[in-house]
């Protein structure tokens, strides 16, 4: 294929997945139509399936852009934040996520919202490592300045001994670290879905108060667990 040709491919693959987010802010994943997307696009639907031979191709790719892009925007405020105080870094990525879940409520919830009826990611596609780049920076603010001693003194919770078994090269953590780790994601993650749901009343009003709250909590519950972590190896001696 030309570059000419590459280049015009990609920028209807791009006119094709824009309006779709669009398609998704207005009706939802669920009622996503290719004949609709086709239309907006200026396109027959058979035209359309030489780019995306499928609503699931199309849902799938909107999916791996979204992941990425949400990686990148809390990346980006990593990056940005580096040097800076742990905390004053834990709450600028903390903020990211939950700024680009607003801006992008659509692309969000098609991620973390109610699953699309008679959906399944295509097999072979780059979803499931595009998430994954998520974890990343997190994992960078949340223990920046602790030592791979003080990872490896974080203890699992009683009935939670099976998480040592589990291999996750992604997230190369020790398995207490790994586990408090996803507990304070699913923290956040669940306050940034319950005010895109609308689920936080009375408190709606003053959702971006309350996640900056709930984050003031975390950071200060994360230094304190690096602290104990850093007194286990002493008191074991």
Sequence with gaps: MSAVRERRR???????????VARLAEVGPGALS???VARDVGMTVQSLYHYFDSRDALLTA?????HHALADAVQAAADASRGAPPADRRRSATAAFREWALAHSAEFLLLYGSPVPDFA?????????????LAAPFAEVVFDGWTPAELAALPLAPGAEAIAGVDLPAIP??????????ELRARMHGL????????????????GALFS?????????IDERQA????QPRSAR
Excluded: C, W, Y
């Design 213 to 221: 709250g709930a984050m003031h909590h975390m950071t200060i519950e």
């Design 10 to 20: 990609a920028e209807t693959v791009r006119e094709i997945k824009e309006s779709a």
């Design 173 to 182: 953590l020790p398995p207490g670290a790994l586990a408090f780790f996803l």
């Design 228 to 231: 104990r972590a850093a007194d």
């Design 62 to 66: 909107l999916m791996a852009d979204a």
């Design 192 to 207: 940034v879905v319950l005010e895109l749901l609308g689920h936080l009343h009375p408190l709606q009003d003053v959702a």
């Design 34 to 36: 290719l004949r609709a």
């Design 121 to 133: 990611p295509l097999p072979g596609n780059e979803t499931g490592a595009a998430a994954l780049r």
